[in-house]
């Protein structure tokens, strides 16, 4: 068993087998691991909001699944990861409330999930697992290892995919 990377919240990094790498308090943020079984070489995003051209501050380019998956590659590359070799596990996008009404704020993990699906297609990597939706939070950490993706929740138990 390797370390354990951490990624923050608006934040990005990559690992490499035998290592795990982690998020904490994925409510309506989403979590995006792009991972290459043939490196063993696996990076993590925690997107806080869909689009980066809906926000005048731009200054962290990782809050947003727009730009924040935009420069996990351009890590991954350097790492020599090629984009031909990824497929993506998505976790998050939870509806943590309940507004009446529409609201920007309650769709906004919906949003997040459809963004990050959506910039997937456009590189052209494959979505092999998901655990999105719902009402609850979740922690998640993926082991290039194995390529699971363990997703923890309060109440919910554990679960792989």
């Given at each position: ?14 690992c490499q087998a ?94 997040n999930v459809q963004a ?46």
């Amino acid at each position: 068993m390797g370390e354990r990377v951490k990624v923050g919240m608006a934040d990005y990094n990559v690992c490499q087998a035998p290592d795990s790498i982690i998020t904490l308090g994925l409510g309506s943020c989403v979590g995006v691991v792009l991972y290459d079984k043939t490196t063993g070489i696996a990076g993590m995003l925690h997107a806080m909001l869909p689009d980066s051209n809906l926000i005048r501050n731009h200054a962290n380019r990782a809050k947003f699944a727009d730009t924040g998956l935009e420069d996990l590659l351009k890590l991954l590359a350097k790492k020599g990861v090629r984009k031909e070799n990824l497929v993506a596990k998505l976790a998050g996008g939870a509806r943590m409330f309940n507004f009446s009404g529409s609201s920007d704020i309650s769709g906004i993990g919906d949003r997040n999930v459809q963004a990050v699906k959506k910039k997937l297609m456009e590189y052209h990597i494959k979505l092999v697992a998901e655990d999105t939706g719902l009402d609850y939070g979740r922690t998640v950490e993926f082991f290039p290892q194995t390529g699971l993706l363990e997703i923890r929740a309060v109440g919910k138990g554990v679960k792989s995919i």
